[in-house]
């Protein structure tokens, strides 16, 4: 169990608890942060658009081309944009920092 730090759309910074085993959506989701996730985490909506810190980008690994094409078609695109979804937390992104990308 670790903790990731997510600012949401308020600019409120929250300390969530987060397990191995769910990605980061599923984590925001628990902490009934405003995630939608619509597609149920396959990468086919950007409802679970996030911001990663710079410190944190290369961390949590690379977009895949059918992530950073959604990223990208989501009109909120930033280098440093993932799909929460697509990003499974594990012991070595504790203490991740991400903040969620606007509402469309």
């Keep these: 169990m670790g903790k990731i730090f997510?600012?949401?759309?308020n600019?409120?910074?929250h300390e969530i608890e987060a397990r191995d085993g769910l990605n980061i959506m599923e984590v925001l989701r628990?902490?009934?942060?405003?995630?939608e996730g619509i597609c149920g985490g396959v990468c086919i909506c950007s409802?679970?658009?996030?911001?990663?810190?710079?410190?944190w980008q290369f961390k949590a690994g690379e977009r895949a081309e059918d992530e950073q094409v959604?990223?990208?078609?989501?009109g909120y695109y930033e280098e440093n944009s993932r799909l929460a979804c697509q990003i499974e937390y594990s012991e070595e992104l504790n203490g991740l920092?991400?903040?969620l990308a606007p509402e469309f």
């Design 6 to 9: 997510a600012t949401d759309r």
């Design 30 to 35: 628990e902490a009934s942060l405003p995630v």
């Design 47 to 55: 409802t679970c658009h996030v911001y990663l810190d710079a410190n």
């Design 97 to 99: 920092r991400l903040t």
């Design 11 to 13: 600019g409120v910074e």
């Design 70 to 74: 959604m990223v990208e078609d989501s």
